[in-house]
């Protein structure tokens, strides 16, 4: 089983809102991540959970903040967002310290009005 | 840091036809090699990958991609497309051991037409 599952799929929020995004594995894996994906773009990494301890933060705004309560669960919360950070997140799991084959989620399409 | 070139962003080819995505890497070090897809409205599939061993890799939906070290190249190849294959595909990188990060080409639109 290679399935990443991520709620909501479609989630529409104003600038002053408080929302949450989550993605669940259960493959083991202890390495999980976000990505950032605009239309006709390859994803681009935000952040990175290695046995739940914030790994990597690739400098991004602190009004997305991620949070990894366990090894099979990733969070991430939305407050005070752009109109530009509409776009598509997708959550990745994978193994850590070999080649680290990321499976990704289906995603949420996220518009901020 | 190693980086990917995807030479075509779009290909546009006929039904039952052979398709080739072609991508090439750099790297100072050994790395890793995937081609996902993503049909629209979804997330990314993986289609194959390599890790070592035989330069011929196959993978899901009857896909393959060959490795050749000495041009640097990962092309994705598959002898005949269906409508169903229309799709994004990406190719990507990664140096592994716990590097974590996972370096995308720009992406190649395979368009198939009937």
Known sequence: DTEVTQTPKHLVMGMTNKKSLKCEQHMGHRAMYWYKQK????????????????????????RFS???PNSSLLNLHLHALQPEDSALYLCASSQVGTEETQYFGPGTRLLVL | AQSVTQLDSQVPVFEE???????????????YLFWYVQYPNQGLQLLLKYLSGSTLVKGINGFEAEFNKSQTSFHLRKPSVHISDTAEYFCAVTKGGSNYKLTFGKGTLLTVNP
Do not use: D, G, H
């Open chain 2, 17 to 31: 036809a052979p398709v080739e995505l072609r991508c090439n890497y750099s790297s100072s070090v050994s790395v």
């Open chain 1, 39 to 62: 239309a006709k773009k390859p994803p681009e990494l935000m952040f990175v959970y290695s046995y739940e301890k914030l790994s990597i933060n690739e400098s991004v705004p602190s």
């Open chain 1, 66 to 68: 991620p949070e990894c």
